[in-house]
């Protein structure tokens, strides 16, 4: 089912670095990528797909992860991305604003997730990079890199709570090194006013 799919996808930051995973299975996650929406249809998008170690190498230190976990610099030696696919924009593509590529690359990424928690894949986006990733890739200048996307095996459990009464939206690893992410609940996420309400048809 969708949601119990849903509810599998989450982002996870430690890997098993040595189980490889298949280039044929990364492009058929990125052929899901074709499939979602994209704003004017322009589909300005593309995809780099990276296996070998030298590579994955040189690109890990470019990478920021894990904002709120301040005592954590990123995964190990053995715990790193199996996988890397590099979402790019091709510039000349844009139909409109340069940050409607934004949307495109949500759900993109978010069908490519999907269809990676099926196969046992995880992964993590991350959007804090060094500039000079860029360089280090030779990615040329019709090209501008949105999102590194971090795949392997899981070498972490995650758990989603409850986020509680001071509204804490930071994630957490316990004394056992389980991941924890507070969601809001489903009465949190549903906004109603006046104009909503259902009403009732029955006469007094």
């Known amino acids: 089912m969708i949601r119990d799919l849903t509810k599998k996808t989450r982002t996870v930051r430690r890997f098993m670095e040595d189980k490889v995973i298949e280039f044929e299975t990364l492009e058929k996650l990125v052929d899901l990528s074709r499939f979602g929406g994209s704003a004017r249809n322009s589909q300005p998008l593309r995809y780099m797909i990276v296996t070998e170690e030298n590579m994955r190498k040189r690109i890990f230190p470019h990478l920021g992860w894990a904002g709120y976990l301040l005592d954590w610099s990123g995964p190990v030696t053995g715990e790193r991305p199996a996988a890397y696919i590099i979402c790019l924009l091709v510039r000349d593509r844009c139909l409109g604003p340069e940050h409607e590529a934004h949307f495109d690359l949500g759900i993109s990424t978010q069908n490519i997730l999907l269809g990676a928690a099926e196969k046992g894949i995880f992964g993590c986006r991350i959007g804090s990079f060094s500039k000079k990733l860029t360089k280090d890739l030779s990615i040329d200048n019709m090209h501008k890199i949105l999102l590194v996307l971090a795949l392997g095996y899981p070498a972490e459990k ?47």
Not at 171 to 182: M, Q
Not at 184 to 200: F, G, H, N
């Open 158 to 204: 995650v758990v989603i709570e409850n986020m509680g009464m001071d509204d804490n939206v930071r994630y957490w690893r316990d004394s056992k090194d389980i991941h924890h992410v507070p969601k809001r609940k489903m009465e949190d996420i549903l906004y109603t006013s006046s104009q909503s309400v259902p009403v009732s048809n029955s006469e007094d």
